[in-house]
């Protein structure tokens, strides 16, 4: 059974970073891309960022510069590394491999 966890949502002022963790099980996380999206209060999901089976990272362009993300084979994680965050940057972060998903996590940023 595959299945992702996220954790490491907080509240946090604004100019600070947080570091979220997806941890897959049943599966390799490097058998496919993880994708994190979001969900805005009363917005539409959006793309965040993603890290390809290959390893290639792709950010959406809000967050451009500011976020980074990155996996760990050995733990079975991708992690998505926020800093000089904003109030818009509030949310629950999902992470998604294939038709799986997590249950998300949330972000406050707010002074």
């Known amino acids: 059974q595959v299945e992702l966890v996220e954790s490491g949502g907080d509240l946090v002022q604004p100019g600070g970073s947080l570091e979220l963790s997806c941890r897959l099980s049943?599966?390799?996380?490097?058998?496919?891309?993880v994708i994190w999206y979001r969900r805005a209060p009363k917005k539409p999901r959006e793309f965040v960022a993603t890290i390809t089976r290959s390893g290639q990272t792709y950010f959406a362009d809000s967050v451009k510069g500011r976020f980074g993300i990155s996996r760990d084979n050995f733990t079975n994680t991708v992690s998505l590394q926020m800093s000089s965050l904003k109030p818009e940057d509030t949310a629950i972060y999902y992470c998604?491999?294939?038709?799986?998903w997590g249950q998300g996590t949330q972000v406050n940023v707010t002074a």
């Open positions: 049943g599966r390799s996380v490097s058998q496919n891309a």
């Open positions: 998604n491999h294939e038709q799986f």
